[in-house]
């Protein structure tokens, strides 16, 4: 069984408001490492199969259509990760 | 500047109903090789120098105390990906 792994960001021009909220209580948890902080999606496809070509360019498509929001969002990666 | 990455996924076991809801649109869209889909959460933590042993340690404290919830999810990867 193959699993397709994506990942969708944020663009890093538009507000994250729940990156910003972590990034807010970080400190007062005691972590102060942290500068900033955004909050994206993972997606997790799997499919019966191994992850073929025509899997992952299926997956980016299906990724770039249904599971981002391409004015809002950018698919940072596309990959196997069976 | 250094960044690390924090991926969030609910339990296996834990019902996941953004997933449903994309494995049941994805073949209405025409894509049908896709058998099941989980979504999870990505972050994206930035530091001022670079990714140390001990900024790792604090990301994954912060993966498993702020970031997810135990009871429902799983930190399944803190990574240096600056």
Known sequence: ???VVVDVMPKP??????GKAVVGALPR????????VRQGK???LEVEGP??????AA???AAETLLSNPVIEDV??????S
């Open 42 to 44: 993972r997606f997790e």
């Open 1 to 3: 069984m193959g699993r």
């Open 29 to 36: 948890l005691g972590f102060t490492q942290f500068t900033s």
């Open 76 to 81: 940072v990666r596309v990959a196997d990760a």
């Open 59 to 61: 997956a980016q498509q």
């Open 13 to 18: 021009e538009i507000l994250d408001p729940q």
């Open 51 to 56: 992850v073929t070509p025509e899997i992952l």
